[in-house]
């Protein structure tokens, strides 16, 4: 192997840039040709590749989002789209590609690797919805920004003696509403792994307010239901208005927390390190911190379930 590139695709995440800078500087640690493709799958059809050396990746590594840019490509989901993207890698020798994104951008390196083209994924996303990894890139410091809102959503709603609702990101996974409830010490927690059980909440939040509670934070899980129906419910329920919060974009940028960057660069070198071992078609993952590769197919094939000792921590502290 001796052309490599890289790429970031789907949804941005912070730590994606200090993953570029591993797979480059470990590429040209051992001596490869290392390629940076822009705006994922769509600079593979456009042919926007550049060829990268260390100072390319200087300067990046505290920074968020992808100074690689990243898509959804629309065109490489058909198979004329592939068939241009193989081509623009094969005219120029690259022989594997080292992909950073979510199960999506996985899907997209899986049918590249039956092409021919050697690919390694890591997985960025600030959705941690990937269940063959304890963590993705970018979800550490995602849970952080969330965390700082809550924080400022908790002053105001002591001093209005109101209940909130913050919606957050995660898609179809509650890790997010979870990690950030428990650390912010949410009342309320709702994850789309388990249904919403409106008079408990509501239940809960009356029970708040015989002894004295001055707010109750709901942290809602965006896969789980809509903030707006939630309100008019605990309308009917408590004869009170929550106010909603939907943090929004907010949650995909900032500077990378120690942990990603971190995860990140470790997870870059082992992907570099896979293609020298001509291994192809597998994925990064880490497990109580240690790293490890696995087939793309068997990890994109595992369920995600919720961390349910985390979970019911929830119940017992948010009493
Ligand atoms: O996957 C990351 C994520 O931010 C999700 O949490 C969210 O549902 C989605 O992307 C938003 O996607 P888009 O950028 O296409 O609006």
Redesign the pocket.
Same mark, same amino acid.
């Given at each position: 192997m001796k052309n490599v590139a890289v790429l970031t695709s @789907? @949804?941005d995440?912070p730590g994606m840039n200090a993953a570029i800078r591993a797979v480059v500087r470990t590429g040209l640690y051992y001596n490869l040709n290392i390629f940076g493709v822009k705006k994922g799958y769509e600079g593979l059809l456009s042919n926007d590749i550049k060829k990268m050396n260390a100072s390319s990746v200087g300067d990046i590594i505290h920074k968020g989002g992808t100074f690689l840019k990243t898509s =959804?490509s629309e065109e490489f989901m058909t198979e004329n789209g592939r068939k241009k993207a193989v081509e623009n890698l094969k005219t120029r020798n690259i022989e594997g590609l080292v992909v950073i994104g @979510?199960d999506g951008s996985f899907r997209g390196a899986q049918t590249l690797s039956r092409e021919g083209i050697a690919t390694i994924g890591i997985p960025g996303?600030?959705?941690n919805?990937l269940a063959y990894t304890d963590f993705t890139i970018g979800f550490d410091t995602a849970v952080n920004t969330v965390l700082e809102a809550v924080t400022k959503i908790r002053d105001t709603s002591t001093s209005h003696e109101k209940t909130t609702i913050i919606e957050v990101? @995660? =898609?179809y996974c509650g890790d997010?509403a979870l990690y950030a409830g428990i650390c912010g010490g949410a009342e309320s927690i709702i994850v789309p792994e388990d249904p919403l059980h409106i008079d408990e909440i509501a239940g809960r939040i009356n029970k708040g307010k015989e002894r004295g509670k001055l707010h109750h934070i709901i942290m809602l899980a965006?896969g789980a239901g809509d903030a707006k129906s939630l309100q008019k419910d605990l309308i009917d329920k408590t004869g009170e208005s929550a106010r909603i919060s939907v943090l929004g974009?907010i949650?995909?940028g900032g500077d990378p927390t120690a942990g990603d960057r971190l995860l990140a660069s470790r997870m870059g070198v082992k992907a570099v390190e896979e293609l020298l071992k001509f291994n192809s078609s597998k994925v990064i993952g880490v497990r109580n911190n240690q790293l490890f590769s696995e087939d793309i197919d068997q990890a994109l094939g595992k369920k995600k379930a919720l961390d349910t000792s985390i979970y019911s921590m929830a119940e017992i502290l948010s009493l």
């Open positions: @789907g @949804g995440s =959804r @979510g996303t600030i959705d919805d990101m @995660g =898609r997010l965006e974009f949650q995909r």
